[in-house]
């Protein structure tokens, strides 16, 4: 509904919407990203200058709370129209700026790209003749980790501390490679988001003796909550009441027969980018309130959010694939282009054995499938162009190789249905909480 896929429909009225019904109608010195889904169907946001003020104090407040304000910082992430320069803009505003911005994509990856770059260089001009120093991005792409890691190693002997920020699985990479090129990285605050930051996931950080760090954020809400300084677990996050309210409300997952408590957000600042009232954001998780005597708590936000998940959303890399684009590829598209029926493939979501989340497309053993690979580009090609946040996300998953077949026959429910997704962390959620 949010996006304008389907009208919205209450009791016995019906409305017809688009995503940019839902904008705030009072901003006024507004730029646009896009965020970077690989469905093809990226939301575009518009980011007031008085949305990065007001949230400012936040992420003050969040690098005082974790001692890593003015200390040295790099950023590796997407350049636009990703997210990466609103990263820029609410760090300058703090007065601590990245002096390194690593990119996982380069122009050429988007198309059309010269309007990105004359965008990127005339934001990055005017910045420098304001005396905000603005780094130029460096493109590193996402098999190239150690040599973000050989730079936290090296400002790290210079300094003895040093922040990188990134996507989990970017610094996931990083603390891989810091531990295959035998580089010590002790002192170090590695901090992410886009992703669920598993305790498989964060081992590789903390194997190198790099802290981490979570956030919670989400396009058209912006920051939901970070990282709380004395955390219970790897997702542990102080909610931000002041800007946003939360209610649990049963929220079904798309493609499967499971229901649970999903978190729906109404946004409260008067620079919100969007007018959000009961948004369901298909995640779920543990709201509490706790004691954990952090800065965080001693400024009055009491209440935390942890074990965050999505429920309609097969995520790595920072990208997202939703579930009700894939329905139609699994049902419709790869039965015509190979063989079998809506039965033979479904999706299921895994950690490997080093914590990185794939996508496995299962596909029943009876369809001859001569090229594994030729299914995943068909996937990749079958989602809707949705422009450049589309081809972010398709970049950084090629890189990756984040979509894996699987040759065995789907997996059934106990109640005798197959579903197009096999989501069993939500069945094992869903589980614990009955």
């Not at 001692?67 to 609103?86: D, E, Q, R, T, V």
């Not at 300094?159 to 580089?183: F, P, T």
């Not at 990756?400 to 699987?406: D, P």
Request: charged share 20%; aromatic share 8%; net charge neutral.
């Amino acid at each position: 509904e949010f996006k304008g896929r389907r009208p919205m429909v209450r009791g016995d009225k019906t409305f017809s919407v688009t995503t940019q019904d839902f904008d705030n109608p009072h901003l006024k010195r507004y730029y646009y990203s896009e965020s970077g889904g690989s469905t093809g169907v990226g939301t575009r946001v518009a980011t007031d200058l008085d949305k990065q003020t007001d949230r400012a104090p936040l992420r003050l407040l969040s690098e005082h709370a974790h001692g890593f304000y003015n200390i040295p910082m790099a950023a590796w992430s997407s350049i636009l129209p990703g997210s990466g320069f609103n990263s820029m803009l609410s760090a300058a505003k703090i007065g601590h700026v990245p002096i390194k911005w690593f990119s996982p994509v380069a122009h050429e990856d988007l198309q059309p790209s010269i309007k990105y770059r004359i965008a990127t260089w005339y934001l990055i001009s005017v910045a420098r003749m304001l005396g905000v120093p603005i780094p130029t991005p460096e493109t590193v792409h996402i098999n190239d980790a150690k040599k973000i890691a050989h730079w936290v190693a090296s400002t790290l002997k210079r300094h003895g501390a040093c922040r990188l920020s990134s996507y989990v699985s970017l610094a996931v990479r990083v603390g891989i490679a810091a531990g295959e090129e035998g580089l010590d990285l002790t002192g170090a605050v590695f901090t992410g988001s886009g992703e669920p930051p598993t305790p498989a996931k964060i081992r590789h950080i903390r194997e190198v003796g790099a802290r981490w760090v979570p956030g919670y954020f989400i396009s058209e809400a912006g920051a939901v909550g970070y990282g709380c300084a004395h955390p219970v677990d790897e997702n542990d996050n102080h909610f931000f009441k002041d800007g946003l309210a939360l209610i649990l409300a049963p929220s079904a997952i798309p493609g499967t027969d499971l229901t649970v408590d999903g978190i729906y957000l109404t946004s409260l600042y008067a620079s919100a980018p969007k007018i959000l009232l009961n948004f369901e954001t298909h995640d779920y998780g543990i709201v509490e309130q706790r004691s954990c005597g952090c800065l965080f708590e001693k400024t009055g936000f009491t209440e935390h959010i942890r074990e965050i998940r999505s429920v309609s959303k097969l995520t790595g890399e920072g990208m997202t694939l939703i579930g009700s684009d894939l329905v139609r590829i699994l049902e419709e598209v790869l039965p015509a282009r190979f063989g079998g029926s809506a039965l033979d493939y479904q999706l299921a979501e895994e950690e490997d054995a080093q914590g990185f989340t794939r996508v496995y497309l299962i596909v029943d053993p009876r369809v001859k499938l001569q090229n594994e690979q030729e299914a995943v580009d068909v996937i990749l090609a079958a989602l809707p162009n949705g422009g450049p946040g589309s081809d972010l996300g398709r970049a950084m998953w090629t890189q990756a190789h984040t979509i894996r077949v699987k040759r065995t026959e789907p997996v059934w429910t106990n109640r005798g249905k197959l579903m197009p997704l096999h989501l069993d962390r939500a069945a094992k959620k869903t589980e614990n909480a009955h």
